[in-house]
């Protein structure tokens, strides 16, 4: 069900692409830019990380009406109009949300895809008059919809600066947490807290299990923690509560984070005094509220998915082995960017390319 309905989406943005560059005619960079457009499907983690690129496009075209797709589920993440953006809800796999986008977001003077180039197809579906997206996607085809491609960074430098490439012009501010107001969200369980009066959110669960910690070294943190006075609370992802309970098994300490949505974990974040996560979305999230932070990377790439230079004043700190042993593959987003290096290896299941995670 899922696989014809994401073709039949493809399909129909496709076809409007294609017909409204043939209405257009040649491609011309607008003089002025009034609506602006940010085209993509990314995960939770890498949408926040766009957070430079949203300041920067508020700095630069200040006036501008600013639209960005996303996931369905992110969009309360942006219900106070941080830097002013409208969310867009977007699922390839849906054809309710392309058509509500047909009808209703249309005509941009300008379109960014900072992700998979397929994703300028959609843009120019939506009437974008320009479209700029990053060089070196594959395949070609990809990227037929793209008026102005930007080559990614020779030097290294984090993903969430990375973006603002897309935009011509200097920009030096920095985030401050005033930028991003608080999202409203439902009544939850709050954490009992201990005798310091504070609690720390100890988030376990990766997209990969490449990305895990140890289950003995988070109990001992736990309980290290307990021990000082500070509440642990377990947070996961939904289908994460079957590894807390390996973690866990007596349940000595609250397991929350699986059971909340997005805003509601937003605010569990910004009561905390601390987080502890492996490289993932809360992380990122983490920045946006200033919570203190501590990110264990592993095979990741602390350089590419830390605090960068937009966030480079955030309570945030990346830990992670320098030279550590399968961190070597050199791709970003399907590019090959020679001063990369991070793992994306799969695990589980009969074409695995890693038997043994580290």
Known sequence: MHAESRFGVRARVVGHALALRVVRGPRLRPGEVRRVLIAHHLLAGDTLMLTPLLAK???VHPRAEIAMTMRPALAPLYAGRPYDVQALPF?????????ELLEGSHGFDLALVPGDNRYSWLAAALDAAWVVAFDGDRPAP??????ELVPFPDLPMAWSDMNLRLV???????YHPADWPAPPCAPFERPALGKSGAYAVLHVEASTALRRWESGKWLALATRLAAKGITPVWSSGPAGRTLIAEI????QYLSLGHRLDLAQLWHLLAGAALLVSVDTSIAHMAKLTYTPTV?????????????????????????TVPDFPCRDQRTLFKRRVEWVRRCQRTFGGAAAECAAPR
């Open 91 to 99: 699922d390839p796999r849906d054809p309710t949300t392309l058509r």
């Open 295 to 319: 990110t264990l990377y592993g095979p990741s790439s602390g350089l590419l998915f830390g605090r960068g230079r937009f966030w480079s004043e955030a309570p945030f700190r990346e830990v």
């Open 57 to 59: 496009l508020r700095a």
């Open 168 to 174: 011509p012009g200097a920009f030096a501010e920095k």
């Open 248 to 251: 866990d098994p007596r349940g």
């Open 142 to 147: 990809k990227s037929w919809m793209v008026d």
